[in-house]
């Protein structure tokens, strides 16, 4: 009979945990909710369960399906003040501290996945880091071949000096930009992993839809690396490498908490094949934008840095020691203009040329925040440093003239830098160059009949040209091969 009760009360402790309404870790204490727009909240329950959400007024319920799975959607939220999130099934959970604001997730690489205690004067920044209205969410690394319903683990974090430490720098820099501009609740959730190629990041169906030339070559060489003394890159295998594992257990988890947008740093995994990373990229936005079903939200994009690439101590731009950086940079800025709501924050300017993951992520953070001001909340600011707009060749000369002039552009090196010509050879020669308001003229006594221009062409220019805005002119060439 014992035995008998025991195995009733094991069986009773079992249906109860089953029944308990549940919800993904993204959820929480201390959440930032997106403001302005439709809000879903979803979790698991028994199937047939009611599950109710209760937020300020609004009290919206769903009946979990056959397989445990239930959704609701808010209306739009306003709130000045902490509010409470109440969710109630056969048990009942409650989010406290939950604040409406802006909720942007900060993926890619190492450089977003850089700490606030390894940026630029770090001392100071975590000191000065109380701000109770930002939270953030960092997501663990998780690679895997089916998308998952929910991330390893994580909780909401207020930010303070006991937080940020370790917390994305480039993330944390935009979002206090914003924070103070908009004076609004800033959720930001850190989603990336140091060394990925951007097809980790891409859903499965979106990436067998590419047909990339180097695949499946290059993931092979991923997976299974062939030991290299010369090389900087690990040697194990490397599976958070594959196709879409990223994706599925990093980002899939994420996939309908309402989020305003973007903020996205890597390119530099991606560089020997420069030639499809702007398609690559599409894919990956299009196929993130297409998940989430919020429209075509804003995905601003940081544009590779300055950085000496190791190769014979030399860096060139073409041939077959070629790095791709400066291709990669092209295939960034090209983004903007055949992809909707794309921003770009030029950083050719910032980098180190010894330093793959530059120190100053202050100003990556405010070059991104211009973009968000622009693209995410259509305000009247200069966002975007000089962008070629036409090219003429006159007497010998090449006059080159731009957008995001902003009423001139402006030198801030000794002699205007970077610029280069080529004839119908196609050979680039270095090229004297002359600000006249929005142009540049360029020329150079060893080509008589110019074809082409291109400036900053190389891993690690000096590039000196911006407008009056103080934004600098990232790398551009006026022709493709």
Known sequence: MKRFAALGILLALVGTARADVKLPAIFGNHMVLQRGMKVPVWGTADAGEKVTVKVLTQEQSATADSKGSWRVTLDPLTSDEPIEVSISGKNQIKFSDVL?????VCSGQSNMERRVDQSANSEQEIKNSDHPKIRLFVVQHNFTDEPQSDVKGGEWMVCSPETIAHFTAVGYFFGRELQEKLNVPMGLIESNWGGTR??????????????????????EEWLHPKPNPASTRPTPERPFEAPAVLFNGMINPLVGYAIRGVIWYQGESNAPHPEQYREVMA???SSWRQRWGEGDFPFLVVQLANFHVPKNNTSVSKGDDDSGWPGVREAQAQLVNSVPNVGLAVTIDIGESRDIHPKNKQDVGKRLALAAEKI????????????IKSMQVQDGKIVLTFDHADGGLVNKGDAVEGFEIAGQDGKFVKADAKIDGDKVVVSSDQVKEPKQARYGWFDDPKCTIYNKSGLPMGPFRTSTP
């Open 100 to 104: 409406i604001g802006e909720v942007w």
């Open 283 to 285: 894919s990956l936005i």
């Open 376 to 387: 995410a909340y259509g305000q009247n600011v200069e966002y975007s440093g000089p962008t």
């Open 198 to 219: 951007a097809e980790a990041w891409i859903p499965k169906d979106a990436f067998d839809r590419l047909h990339l030339p180097y695949e499946p070559a290059w993931t």
